[in-house]
């Protein structure tokens, strides 16, 4: 759980609290998972679902809140130290667009079934294949690998 959140986030603090949102969601709910299905697949649904409304609540965040030193960082790419430690791999991955990510994550790196990831990502098989092909390509190309 914590290599797909961390894929998702893009950095292990983030992906710890993600991991930790999602057991806290999961026990809340706990009462509407079903029996016989696969409880990894929910909380992954889980996990997804999160990351995607913390995603959109931090965009809300950003366009309406501006920071005050702003200005200051114009020229300056702060995180850079942090990319260079993740691996190439890594810095391809976080490159994808989500849905390719994440779709790449849960095929290639999670072992999902094309059935099970397209269930976890809430689209048709086709949809996560068309993904999954998408984002791999990307990846190798960014890796400079070929076909």
């Known amino acids: 759980m914590r290599r797909f959140a961390a894929g998702l986030a893009h950095n292990l603090p983030e992906a710890d609290d993600l991991c930790q949102m999602t057991i806290e969601r999961a026990l809340r709910s706990r009462m509407q998972w079903q029996v016989g299905t696969r409880l990894?697949?929910?909380m992954y649904r889980i996990m997804r679902n999160i990351w995607i409304d913390e995603g959109r609540a931090t965009t809300r965040r950003m366009?309406?809140?501006v920071?005050?030193?702003e200005g200051l960082a114009v020229g300056h790419s702060?995180?850079?130290e942090e990319h260079a430690e993740l691996s190439?791999?890594?810095r391809a991955l976080a490159k994808l667009p989500d849905e390719q990510r994440e779709a790449v994550l849960l095929v290639m790196v999670e072992g999902y079934s094309y059935k099970e990831a397209a269930e976890i990502a809430g689209?048709?098989?086709g949809t996560l294949n068309s993904?999954?092909?998408r984002g791999r390509d990307a990846l190798m190309a960014l890796l400079g690998e070929t076909a």
Do not use: E, M
Request: proline share 5%; with cysteine.
């Open 63 to 65: 366009k309406t809140f």
């Open 40 to 42: 990894d697949s929910w």
């Open 78 to 80: 702060g995180g850079q």
């Open 88 to 90: 190439d791999v890594d």
């Open 131 to 133: 993904r999954l092909v």
């Open 67 to 69: 920071d005050a030193d």
């Open 123 to 125: 689209c048709p098989v």
